[in-house]
């Protein structure tokens, strides 16, 4: 079963939380800190609270130190009455406060302070001799009292902190907030944008760690709407390629239709046919072309033998070049490998092989050559022909959509070159134009 | 009607050719620019059908050229630029109408018929002269409201005649009106053309202006 990926928790909250969650502990260390400290200085207080009692109880006669007059001792603070003394003679009490208990307070006989267990309580003792030498003053105090004063000092302490916490959190969350907001809006407008506009985003006021997304996102606009450019002006192009052929056979049709002779009306026949079949060939070229822009750059394509592809590429032109009196001579002394795709390589020979007929005069040679690749060459394939070649000028337009020799008479698209150069573009091979030293007219290779 | 077609593309081109020939213009077809421009300079063109994007010379060009030399003939563009603003140039450029590719041969020869009838300033489709209508849209001529038979050069001299009516014309304009090229023309074809259409159609229709040429008078009726 398959459990839906947990959705990434935004920017914003997870900011919140690290930064509340680091906050929270602050405060806690900081309490737990303080809880310490207050022990430590309380403590310190109290036990010279307790000293300090010790050192009156020692100033008092002894006698003096019924338990009516203890009763009647002034309360001197709220915590007072928690203090408890016991003076001892060996090993009999002489005198204690009333809420003293009967046993003593601790084992301790040396003057110091002593935690110590009495009565069932926990107990803070201040131990001292009296006046006489033999009697002992235990002056103690309830842990559970000290315990009381400390936690209320702290709590005192503590509870402004505990109001101010939300406001943190609030104030955090605002800030968090407001940081992300360039974030924000840039989502926004990005969400915001038609289809078709790929005008860039304002970098106006986008903080510096926002601009690097901000310029990638440009940079991709730009690559797309060039692509988008370039492919409206393919369509249009398309469109109008199409018409021509088009209108010649609506024409020729037309002509058909309003022959009186046999005769004309057969020739016009005829040329309906041949526009149809060159309609044909023109959208068959332009689908290769789309599909070949649509292609990324192959990488790592499969090699393949262009020596069995040529043959099987001249024996299917054969029959066009048979009906012209041409000749298409092959020269493949072995196998020679190219790194294309087996389709591509068979539409990059066609076309090689099909625009050398089609601009060849009747009777004229066409020789396809490939040459298997030798140590520090690479295989390459080249097609010449004997026709009348390329001027310079016109070598340096082929390959442009559509162009097209004029004068030939010939009814090409002028997109056969294009579909050549863009496949050998698309897989780092060389095209190489000039004019052929041994049968005269133009010599194509494309090599690794 | 002779008629000048720039064409570069093969199929296109012989189709229009044939197809205007059928409705009875006679087709000179060049393939490029430059002899575009060659042949319309020479003015013995009712009409001319250009083609754009011809090589050598832009269609655009063509027609630029030949309205600043002052060459009225009516000039239809054919192209398969269909873009508005592409059309709203070539009209600006001289251009007196615009056909997108693909066309209708019957809409194309109707709308050679229209320019030509309005260059020679002409409302009314059907031309007259006393007894006599020539019908261009259908070809025919009537006499007293009683079909003719006559020739395609017969046919094509009265048009001429009837579309300068009020004008002599020259036995060389009217040759160079009638015949294509190739044509192969005996020195007294237009007088013998003259002679069947008066014998079909009324001695008192074509004038002859004596050392000059032959007029029909402009129906004042």
Known sequence: MNTPPRAPRSLQTRLLLAVLTLGLVAWASAAVLAWHEAQDEVGDLLDAHLAQTAALLRLQPLDELDEDKLNEAPELDKHQPRVVFQLWHEGQLLARSANAPQEPLTERRKRGFADSVAAGKAWRVFVTQGREKDVLILVGERQSVRDEIVLASLTSMLKPMAWVLPLLALGIWWAVRGSVRPLRRLGQAVAARQPQSLEPLSTAGVPPEVLPLVTALNGLFERTAHLLASEQQFTADAAHELRTPIAGIRMQAQVAQGATQHAERAQALAATVQGCDRATRLVEQLLQLARLDAETASTGAPQTDLAEIARAVAADLQPTAAARGQRVELDLPGPAALPLAEPLARVLLRNLLDNALRYSPEGARVRLQVTPATPGNAAALCVEDSGPGLEPAEIARLGERFFRVLGTGQSGSGLGWSIVQRIARLHGLQVQIDRSPTLGGLRVRIGG | ?221
Do not use: C
Not at chain 2, 56 to 61: A, F, S, T
Not at chain 2, 147 to 176: K, M, T
């Open chain 2, 1 to 221: 009607m002779r008629i000048l077609l720039a064409e570069d593309d093969e199929l296109l081109g012989s189709g229009l050719r044939a197809g205007l020939a059928q409705h009875g213009f006679q087709v000179d077809w060049v393939r490029d620019g430059v002899a575009a421009e060659r042949e319309l300079a020479t003015g013995a063109y009712q009409a001319a059908v250009l083609d754009l994007g011809l090589p050598r010379q832009d269609g655009m060009d063509v027609l630029q050229h030949a309205r600043a030399r002052r060459i009225a003939t009516p000039v239809l563009v054919l192209t398969a630029r269909d873009a508005v603003p592409a059309r709203i140039a070539g009209l600006d450029a001289g251009a007196d109408d615009y056909l997108v590719k693909p066309v209708d041969l019957h809409e194309l020869a109707a709308r050679l018929r229209a320019l030509v009838r309005r260059a020679h300033g002409q409302s009314e489709t059907r031309l007259t002269a006393g007894n006599v209508v020539l019908d261009p849209a259908a070809h025919q001529v009537l006499r007293e409201g009683q079909p003719v038979e006559l020739s395609n050069r017969e046919y094509d001299l009265l048009h001429a005649l009837l579309l300068n009516a009020g004008r002599v014309l020259s036995r060389e304009q009217l040759e160079q009106r009638l015949y294509q090229w190739g044509s192969e023309i005996n020195s007294n074809a237009v007088e013998v053309h003259i002679y069947h259409l008066r014998r079909k159609l009324g001695s008192a229709l074509i004038e002859t202006v004596r050392g000059v040429g032959y007029r029909i008078t402009r129906d004042t009726a």
